[in-house]
């Protein structure tokens, strides 16, 4: 059972544009959801997390929005830049992070000239 | 502060054998997870040691184990290993709650 539905697989934004990233879950006892950015030959980094007390965070270029009613939450990527294309991984977690991670599929993004 | 290091970084073996990885976690953090990645199964969680005691673990055959040392070094063991055991495992640490540091994996390949 998947329990955090990621989308789109890929994605290709223009240098400059805002990459948009999509995770949808169905456990209502998730109480932590985090976005991981991995690049080839590495493992996976923290980039941004989110609590559900909370509908937006932003951390420079990157906010996360959180939707508690419809349990979906998306990473947006203002500004994207070359640097940025890396797979990203939407996560959720329950007792705020203390159990395990449950990830989404993830999403490859190219940031083209 | 020295991030997460996994031995080895690569490893070829057959089917039937067994493989052991290590994990040193980040110094200071008690807790190690470690998760398996695919390219059709993407990340999952396979069990999580917290003070020598395994806390959580995921929907994996007894096949795969693990154990942490007081010193919170981490291994874990695949046994009679299968062509699917074949993926990047990685291992993570943690303080606490919140913030998973993942280590660069282990790229184990079962031919």
């Known amino acids: 059972q998947q329990q955090v539905k990621q989308s789109p697989q890929s994605l290709i934004v223009q240098k400059g544009g805002i990459s948009i990233i999509n995770c949808a879950y169905e456990n209502t006892a998730f109480d932590y959801f985090p976005w991981y950015q991995q690049f080839p030959g590495k493992g996976p980094a923290l980039l941004i997390a989110i609590r559900p007390d909370v509908s937006e965070k932003k951390e420079g270029r990157f906010t996360i929005s959180f939707n508690k009613s419809a349990k979906q939450f998306s990473l947006h990527i203002m500004d994207s830049q070359p640097g940025d294309s890396a797979t990203y991984f939407c996560?959720?977690?329950?007792?705020?992070?203390?159990?395990?991670?449950?990830f989404g599929t993830g999403t490859r993004l190219t940031i083209i000239p | 502060k020295a991030g997460v290091t996994q031995t080895p970084r690569y490893l070829i073996k057959t089917r039937g054998q067994q493989v052991t990885l290590s994990c040193s976690p980040i110094s200071g953090h008690r807790s190690v997870s470690w998760y398996q990645q695919t390219p059709g199964q993407g990340l999952q969680f396979l069990f999580e040691?917290?003070?020598?005691?395994?806390?959580n673990k995921g929907n994996f055959p007894g096949r795969f184990s693990g154990r942490q040392f007081s010193n919170s070094r981490s291994e874990m063991n695949v046994s009679t290993l299968e062509l699917g055991d074949s993926a990047l495992y990685l291992c993570a640490s943690s303080f606490g709650a919140d913030e998973q540091f993942f280590g660069p994996g282990t790229r184990l390949t079962v031919l």
């Open positions: 996560a959720a977690s329950k007792n705020f992070g203390n159990e395990k991670l449950t």
């Open positions: 040691y917290f003070s020598e005691t395994q806390r």
